[in-house]
Every structure is written in structure tokens, then in C-alpha cells.
């Protein structure tokens, strides 16, 4: 069925304008799942957003360190049951782990229950209490099929307009019906988040209530970029390296001079050379048929790293930096099949001269950029 991608969107409101957010959210990805992380710092400012930001940080390393998520979870939790009782910043949280088959757990302490939606409904997700020592935490597994996804909220959403003409606030049940409008409306998901917190502000009166946090995370059909740079290290991986990324589903760019004259033979397609003037600072474009892109590597990398925040009208029109931001933008995932053989190129004075970064250098780089965009990176070396 192809590569599914679990899309996020966030909305954080602090309670008092100008201050820092209670409320903090993680997002990290690999191959094999989505994880998110909604914690809610004890109060309100600077106190509460480091303690949901300790809170997020050590469950996050903890669960990319290879600790199971429920093992990750109790630990977070015993500490911050410490943290309550000596009076040590404390925060409540929930995480959501959703593998790339749809199958998913939440895992909630002390805060409110997700909210499971598709394009024709929506509910409060069933959840089972589990007893960790001398506390209660909650757990719901479920299962997302493509268009169908969760909304995970801090208590300021929940409790938006105590005591302000709501008896017990909005409550779950609230955002629930508010989120079914939404759904039967036929408004897209990504905009769930600002919905909420808008409506719980509005609840509120100003500087008055909670940090207001709401995150959405749907499944859609993803879209794949292949991108193969560099030569293999040992010439024998050159038809290995080919092999794979012609195998890849998505769209398949290639930059590098010596890679496109790789994959071209063992193709055994025609290289070509665009003749057309390329510009001051365009790197040049090459043709191999069936290619999505050709281009130069790691001016084209450096470039489209370089560029990466800039308003894209500012850029060449067709020049392969501003093809192939175009179609990073809008990726969710990218492989790189990463040839690590020397370039001398690279180590060329004018690559010096103009602060061009090395492949080895400028790639891990780009990969960052593309990981805090939401998008899964996976790089392969040869």
C-alpha cells in the first residue's frame, strides 16, 4: 500500500501573552514509527515550560535509547511522582506511538484522553487503567487506517471557562462534539489545532485559565523522494547502490556528476548535458531518462541547505536548487543512497574559497534541516 506518513500539527497559547508555554510538544520519527509527546508543566511560564520540557526531553532520549515505550513511561512517571511530593518541577503528559501499519498506543498520565477521528466521525478513545505502584495511569491501542487520526489535548483545553459559565469547564466530552463539527464540515485536519485553542481562549477570559495545547497526528499516503549522491566507496557496490534506488518507490533525483555517469552505466542509458547557460550560481543539469532530476552534488546540496528558509520567489526560476527545494518541501520522506568513495573535487581550492561543504559534511546537515520539517530521513551508505 505504499509508504503511510503520520502528518502533525501543533497549537500551543500561553496564558499570560509574552510568556513562555506550559505546554510542550515533541515529534520525533524513524523508520518504523511516529512518536509524540504532549507534556503539561505544573502551572503556568517559565517554571511549567521547563519542567514539560524535561519532562519531554528525557522521555524522548529515553525511548531513542532502545527502552520500550511503557518501560520508558513508568520511568518518566516515577519520576515525576517524586518530583510532586519534594516539590521539584513536575509536569503531567501523554505519548503516542504510531507504527507505519497504523497500529498505535497512548500512553496518559494524568491527562486528558485522545480523541479518534475519521472523515465520518469522531470519539473518545477507550482506555484501560493500569496501576504503576502507587499511581494510575491510562492506556489506549487502536488502530489508523489512512484519513483517520488522533487529537491529543492539555487540561487547559479540557477546563477552558471554569467557573466562567462552564460548571465543569469544556470537559472531553466538549471537544469531542467541537472536533465533529469540524469532521462533518469537511475541514481538513491540519486545522484542528488553531479550532481548539481559538475556542478554549475564547472560553477563557484573557490572562486568566491555562496553557492551551492541542495536537492533531492523521495518517495520509506518503511521498517519497530518492535522492543517490556520491560514489559507492567500493566500485563492486556501484550496480548494488543503483539497484536500490532504482527499487525505491517515489520520485528518483540524482546529484552528482560521477553518480549520474554511474547510474547511467549501469542503465546503460545516455548521459546528457544541458546545454542551455545554467545561470552565475546554478549548478548544471543533466538528463538520464526516467530520471525525475540530474544535477550537480555538493554545490546543489550546499545550495538547497543555504536556501532552505528563503522565500522561494527570490530563487532562479528552474535551476535545479529551486527544483529540488520544491520537491524536498513537499516530501515526507527521503532517502539518500549515500556513496562515500573520496571526491577530489571537493577538495579543490575554489570549494575552499566559496565555503562549499564537503558531502560528508553538508549531508548530515540537510538531514537535520529536513528532520525539523516533519519529514523522515533515512540515509544508506555504501
Sequence with gaps: MGYRHVETVISSVSKKAGQPCGDVVQVFR???????????????????????????????????????????????????????????????????????????????????????FTRQYTTILDRKAATYGDFVVYESNFQLDLNEGIVIVSDGITQAGLGRGLRNGWEINGVNRFIDELVSANDPPKIFPDELTYKARSLWKENQGDDC???????KPGRIINIMT????????????????????????????????????????????????????????????????????????????????????????????????????????????????????????GFVQTGILHRKVILPLLAEKLKAAGKLVIIRTY
Design 30 to 116: 524513524d523508520p518504523y514509527s511516529t512518536v509524540i509527546i504532549v507534556a503539561d508543566g505544573l502551572g503556568s511560564g517559565v517554571q511549567a515550560n521547563l519542567a514539560a520540557t524535561m519532562c519531554t526531553t528525557r522521555l524522548k532520549e529515553l525511548i531513542k535509547g532502545g527502552i520500550s515505550l511503557r518501560e520508558a513511561f513508568a520511568k518518566c512517571v516515577r519520576t515525576m511522582e517524586d518530583a510532586r511530593i519534594t516539590g521539584l518541577p513536575y509536569a503531567v503528559f501523554t505519548v503516542a506511538r504510531i507504527l507505519t501499519d497504523g497500529l498505535a498506543v497512548a500512553l496518559s498520565y494524568e491527562m486528558p484522553p485522545p480523541v479518534f
Design 213 to 219: 495545547t492541542a495536537v492533531v497526528a492523521w495518517c
Design 230 to 349: 556520491g560514489a559507492p566507496a567500493d566500485p563492486k557496490l556501484d550496480r548494488k547502490i543503483v539497484s536500490d534506488f532504482m527499487e525505491s518507490d517515489g520520485l528518483k533525483i540524482i546529484c552528482g556528476a560521477t553518480t549520474a555517469a554511474i547510474a547511467a552505466r549501469e542503465l546503460d542509458l545516455k548521459l546528457e548535458v544541458d546545454q542551455d547557460d545554467p545561470g552565475t550560481i546554478s549548478p548544471p543539469e543533466y538528463f538520464i531518462e526516467g530520471m525525475d532530476l540530474v544535477t550537480e552534488g555538493a554545490v546543489t546540496l550546499n545550495q538547497v541547505y543555504n536556501v532552505w528558509d528563503e522565500d522561494s520567489d527570490k530563487l532562479e526560476r528552474n535551476s535545479p536548487v529551486t527544483i529540488l527545494l520544491a520537491l524536498l518541501g513537499v516530501a515526507d520522506r527521503v532517502n539518500f543512497f549515500n556513496g562515500t568513495a573520496p571526491n577530489l573535487a571537493e577538495s579543490d581550492i
